[in-house]
């Protein structure tokens, strides 16, 4: 009898029928979801960090080939076979923490078909510790072409290599542009956040050049103006645990709670910390100027709220200045000075968990949680985190330690006590009004106390010059800096046309009418590009705090200076004799970027401008000071000059700003150091340029900090 469901007679099967699967289910899954290529290798770079790498070379080769290489734990051939050959299956759902103890950022299975979506052809070769290396050849079109996805073999074969994992992508679906580089920098920035002792750099190579990423340094706290640190409770009730305005704790201070109608149990076990930074104001001390210029530029490329779910950073929330949270709204719509930042002004974050937080789905495309209800709740607790921010800056401001505080600055500032510190020449007329009073005193001997206020008197006479050459020097810093930062910004567009057009009329006029001018333009034009590279190739970003630099950057960084700009018919050679150093390596980057382009001006200006010479060298000395040496055999420094040009906007060439050598003396005193000039020092060179920092070389136990 016919067996019935509901309703319909159903005959009894003569045959079973299964699912295939067409590879036209590829196209959403790889290249549809993956369109963009810098988001694309983002998915290999996440495999190389989930496979333990601490570093991954990334080279885009004349925009026909990709290449990617990583150190990490790499395959075997049986975990090639039942995992990447595999789709939707991973290993990686077993612990939510690699063997370094890093948070997984795969959790689908798909990140392989990133591969797919940038090019047609691959190889991968792969090398697992204990496992003999292979090397493995996909041809997606050709699977694409085929009726089922099994019907295309892979070819696999045995390969000698190192442990970790290379692929080589060719048949590119796109070309690689310089924006590309910015999204793949952006994303790579804020991959996860770090775990103390761990490193991962990423190497990107392209036609315009070369640079290294990094992901995102934990947050330096201490040069925050104020911290507040925010733990959602049960029932979803936010509490303040850390709230500090200028190292003073003010926890006791009466907060506004959050209204209950927006309270969101769902949120409870997630936690919001925010630093406020201050972009710009007055600062007195060598020391401030500093840190208020540090402070700036980790705002500039930091800025904003980001989300991580796991220690994961979940994209577009804080990326790229997304005010998602719409922390800029609420600062202007509060309507007076309550001090409350906006999201310009901040740089934090909001910690959420797998477990904890499951509503907070992310997207197939890996972009933004699904529920938008949800993301909009929890950015009412980052806006009443903001607010709450603004409370403790007025209480600093009005120094109550607890209790209530104003709303605004001007509902109490009767109450405000007002201390004002001396500035120095101030407190050089305090101290000869001393110096006076101790002479007319019978009682005191004056010989001592005298010689004692005289060296105070002198201590702030030193300070005060001091500070006055900073401010002219910085003030010259800025106008150069703001200038870059809008030449940079405003004509890369116009520089990617010009470079485009030239690159046209090499090709097609090599024959024509023009010829003889193309040939002129087109050396003249790599001249400009190369001085328009800096821009890219000395990232300001982490490198401003101070760290240990490896003999490897060291080197590595060298390179990239010397590469970067043009030196046609000089001969640079440089080299590194220092294990590390400790110091912040765009200081480094300073110092030798302005002693190397002073020594290529020298010797452009010579008679030995075809035949020039310039070596770069660090070095230690018997005490453990890091010693910098830039020598050339260029036309020298005219005694006249020598004199004058450690002050600002004084210099021995027509062009440029004249500080590069007043910015190396003021970063050498900055370290415990000194720069100097040596004529002719040897037979081979005409002058050397030397600084030596005692509080950067490998005795050093202090830092600028």
Same mark, same amino acid.
């Given at each position: ?221 201490? &040069? ?153 709740? &929890? ?93 002219? &020097? ?232």
């Amino acid at each position: 009898m016919p067996a019935s469901v509901s309703g319909y007679a159903v005959a009894s099967p003569k045959r079973l029928l299964s699912f295939t699967v067409s590879p036209r289910i590829l196209e959403p899954l790889g290249l549809e979801q993956l369109q963009d290529p810098a988001l694309a290798i983002l998915e290999l770079v996440k495999n190389a960090w989930d496979a333990d790498a601490t570093t991954i070379e990334i080279q885009i080769l004349d925009n026909d080939l990709i290449v990617v290489n990583d150190n990490g734990s790499g395959m075997s051939v049986n975990d090639f076979e039942r995992y990447w050959l595999v789709l939707g299956e991973t290993h990686k759902r077993r612990s939510p923490v690699t063997r370094r103890g890093r948070p997984v950022l795969g959790e689908k299975g798909l990140g392989r078909l990133a591969s797919f979506a940038l090019g047609h052809q691959i190889s991968i070769a792969s090398k697992a510790r204990g496992h003999s290396g292979f090397i493995a050849t996909v041809d997606w079109r050709a699977i694409l072409n085929a009726r089922r996805l099994d019907a295309v073999g892979v070819r696999v074969a045995p390969a000698t290599r190192s442990e970790g994992t290379t692929l080589r992508i060719s048949a590119l679906t796109r070309h690689w542009k310089k924006e590309d580089t910015d999204t793949l920098a952006r994303h790579v920035e804020f991959l996860a956040i770090p775990r103390e002792g761990d490193t991962f750099s990423v190497s990107l190579t392209t036609a315009s050049g070369s640079q290294i990423i990094e992901t995102r340094p934990d947050i330096l706290v201490n &040069l925050a103006e104020a911290e507040l640190r925010v733990a959602v409770g049960d029932q979803g009730v936010p509490r303040v645990t850390v709230a500090r305005v200028d190292q003073e704790r003010l926890e006791r201070v009466a907060f506004r709670g959050l209204p209950r109608a927006k309270l969101d149990p769902r949120l409870s076990g997630a936690e919001i910390k925010l630093l406020f930074l201050k972009r710009a104001g007055r600062a007195r001390a060598t020391k401030a100027l500093l840190i208020q210029d540090r402070a700036r530029t980790l705002l500039e490329t930091y800025e904003g709220v980001r989300v991580f779910r796991d220690g994961l950073n979940v994209p577009p929330y804080g990326l790229a200045g997304s005010d998602w949270a719409k922390l800029e709204k609420q600062r202007t719509s509060t309507g007076g000075p309550t001090l409350v930042p906006g999201n310009s002004q901040l740089i934090g974050e909001v910690l959420l968990s797998r477990k904890q937080h499951a509503h907070l789905k992310v997207t197939a495309g890996r972009s933004g949680f699904t529920d938008q209800a949800a993301v909009e709740s &929890l950015a009412e607790y980052v806006r009443w985190a903001a607010r709450e921010l603004g409370t403790i800056r007025r209480a600093a401001h009005f120094r109550i330690r607890e209790g209530k505080v104003p709303a605004r600055l001007d509902d109490g500032e009767s109450n405000k006590e007002t201390v004002s510190r001396p500035t120095p020449i101030e407190e050089l007329n305090r101290t000869l009004d001393e110096a006076s009073v101790t002479l007319r005193s019978p009682s005191e001997p004056p010989r001592a106390a005298f010689e004692n206020l005289i060296e105070k008197g002198k201590a702030a006479v030193e300070q005060y010059q001091m500070e006055l050459r900073t401010a002219r &020097l910085y003030a010259q810093l800025a106008t150069a800096g703001a200038s870059a930062a809008s030449f940079a910004h405003e004509l890369r567009k116009d520089f990617d046309i010009v470079e485009d057009i030239v690159g046209e009329l090499r090709e097609r006029g090599r024959n024509g009418p023009f010829r003889e001018q193309i040939a002129i333009l087109a050396p003249a034009w790599e001249t400009i590009r190369g001085f328009v590279g800096l821009f890219r190739l000395i990232p300001i970003k982490v490198r401003r705090e101070v760290q240990v630099v490896r003999h490897v950057d060291l080197e590595r960084s060298l390179d990239r200076l010397i590469g970067g700009l043009p030196h046609q018919g000089t001969e640079v050679t440089r080299s590194v004799e220092v294990p590390e150093v400790r110091m912040a390596p765009s200081e480094l980057d300073a110092i030798i970027l302005n002693l190397y382009t002073n020594a290529l001006k020298a010797v452009r200006e010579s008679a030995n401008r075809m035949s020039g010479k310039v070596d770069v060298r660090l070095r230690t000395d018997a005490q453990g000071a890091l010693i910098i040496e830039v020598f050339d055999n260029g036309r020298g420094v005219a005694p006249e000059v020598a004199q004058s040009m450690w002050e600002p906007v004084e210099g021995s060439f027509e062009e440029g700003t004249g500080m590069g050598l007043p910015i190396i003396s003021f970063l050498a005193r900055l370290y415990r150091g000194h720069a100097e000039w040596v004529d002719k020092p040897t037979p081979d060179f005409r002058t050397l340029f030397r600084v030596t920092l005692a509080g950067a070389g490998t005795n050093a136990t202090e830092t600028t900090d």
